[in-house]
């Protein structure tokens, strides 16, 4: 069964089954309310995670700073990127959490397990970030 997510909700939208006379959107309206969706889970995301937005503001820090200590284009990349990519694999913890609180909100296994390894991959893009920023300041200033 093929389901569409109904327009106007935020990021705990509702899905309902599409029926023949309600036809999935296609072509600009189909990029528009992925945007539309997007920018839901971007609210999503500011509202109810305290680390996302501690990792938006040392981006929005973080993003002109590259800029001035980057010397090559592939150094502010790097810098911009990282910084960057903690927002992302944060994006993607919180949405590996929100499904596991959704399944219940019992001790298993497997949810810890879930919720540790998302943990894990943002502390990982974090130790990246570090590492980049610190290697391009010493080579810069050193």
């Known amino acids: 069964m093929t389901v569409e997510r109904r327009q106007g909700t935020d990021a705990s939208a509702r899905y309902q089954p599409l029926d023949p006379e309600n036809k999935p959107s296609i072509g600009l309206r189909r990029l528009i309310n992925a945007t539309l969706y997007s920018i839901a889970?971007?609210?999503?995301?500011?509202?109810?995670?305290?680390?996302?937005?501690?990792e938006c503001l040392a981006a929005i820090v973080m993003t002109p700073a590259a800029f001035w200590l980057g010397r090559t284009a592939v150094e502010r990349a790097l810098l911009v990127g990282?910084?960057?990519?903690?927002?992302?694999?944060?994006?993607?913890?919180?949405?590996?959490?929100?499904?596991?609180?959704?399944?219940?909100?019992?001790?298993?296994?497997?949810?810890?397990?879930?919720?540790?390894?998302?943990?894990?991959?943002?502390?990982?893009?974090?130790?990246?970030?570090?590492?980049?920023?610190?290697?391009?300041i010493v080579e810069r200033f050193y």
Not at 87 to 114: F, M, P, Q, Y
């Open 41 to 54: 889970g971007l609210r999503a995301a500011w509202r109810n995670e305290e680390a996302f937005r501690l």
């Open 82 to 136: 990282t910084c960057w990519l903690v927002l992302i694999v944060e994006l993607l913890n919180s949405a590996v959490e929100s499904a596991v609180d959704r399944v219940g909100t019992d001790h298993h296994t497997l949810s810890g397990r879930a919720k540790d390894l998302g943990s894990a991959a943002v502390f990982v893009s974090l130790m990246l970030t570090l590492l980049v920023w610190v290697l391009v």
